[in-house]
């Protein structure tokens, strides 16, 4: 069983940046790929980026150039750094693990494992 646990949301003006921290509680999630989903009111839930255990990672096009993950296994740590965010940014954002999946299927997936979410919101 693997708990995630999100950190960093928080309201700032366009062109801000904000880091979000995905904390994991496990034995080990050195061989997970790890990610993030966002979901907005009245919109579907959209995979924004997913790290792999070996550090390959994809990005949605809406965050690419704007956004980098990273990992750091030691830890147990999942960061996303978000520069240049625009209003469109706004919403819940989950931290998401997966023993099986690899980064390049992260956004057509649903992941084993979820945090309980931390709000970014993105004023103009």
């Known amino acids: 069983q693997v708990q995630l646990v999100e950190s960093g949301g928080g309201s700032v003006q366009s062109g801000g940046s904000l880091r979000l921290s995905c904390a994991a509680s496990?034995?080990?999630?050195?061989?997970?790929?790890m990610g993030w989903f966002r979901q907005a009111p009245g919109k579907e839930r959209e995979g924004v980026a997913a790290?792999?255990?070996?550090?390959?990672?994809s990005y949605s096009d809406s965050v690419k150039g704007r956004f980098t993950i990273s990992r750091d296994n030691a830890k147990k740590m999942v960061y996303l750094q978000m520069n240049s965010l625009k209003p469109e940014d706004t919403a819940m954002y989950y931290c998401?693990?997966?023993?099986?999946?690899?980064?390049?299927?992260?956004?057509?997936?649903?992941?084993?494992?979820w945090g309980q979410g931390t709000q970014v919101t993105v004023s103009s």
């Open positions: 496990a034995y080990t999630t050195t061989n997970y790929c």
């Open positions: 790290v792999d255990s070996d550090g390959s990672t």
């Open positions: 998401a693990a997966d023993k099986w999946l690899r980064s390049g299927s992260w956004f057509r997936s649903y992941p084993d494992y």
